[in-house]
């Protein structure tokens, strides 16, 4: 079984270990009965599945998520049964990836139009000249 990212990106489901725990909030008995908190630990820096560039654009977005091993954990307890607990993990997952997939457009630098040089001189020209006549009168 893979998650599929995009047409480029699978991560085997292989790589990602997870283990479950008592949740938290309402659910009756099944709260205080069954494990049903899934918490989902994939090792980022290591994973063999990922683009260079996607793996360096998702551990700078991730930022202190990450455990000092490289390893990024995800939670869910949204439901109230692991295995949909799980899913909400993978997706949580697909979608971080998702978003860093796409490399951001590089801003190509351009040179302010002669028009807008005109406008920015003349503003501060006029804002230079309301605060000259601020100042004390001038004696005469």
Do not use: Y
């Amino acid at each position: 079984m893979v998650l599929v990212v995009t047409r480029c990106i699978g991560i085997p489901l292989a790589e990602f270990e997870f283990t479950f725990s008592r949740s938290g909030g309402p659910g009756g008995q099944n709260v205080n009965k069954l494990n049903t908190k899934a918490t989902l630990r994939w090792d980022v820096v290591r994973s063999p599945s990922l683009p260079e560039g996607v793996r360096r654009r998702l551990i700078e977005k991730l930022g202190r998520r990450l455990t000092t091993h490289g390893e990024w954990l995800v939670t869910s307890q949204r439901f109230r049964d692991a295995g949909r607990n799980v899913a909400d993990c993978l997706e949580k997952v697909r979608r971080r990836i998702a978003e860093v997939a796409v490399a951001p457009a590089v801003r190509q630098p351009t040179r302010p139009t002669r028009a807008s040089i005109r406008r920015r001189l003349e503003q501060k020209q006029r804002r230079s000249r309301t605060k000259r006549r601020r100042g004390p009168a001038a004696e005469e």
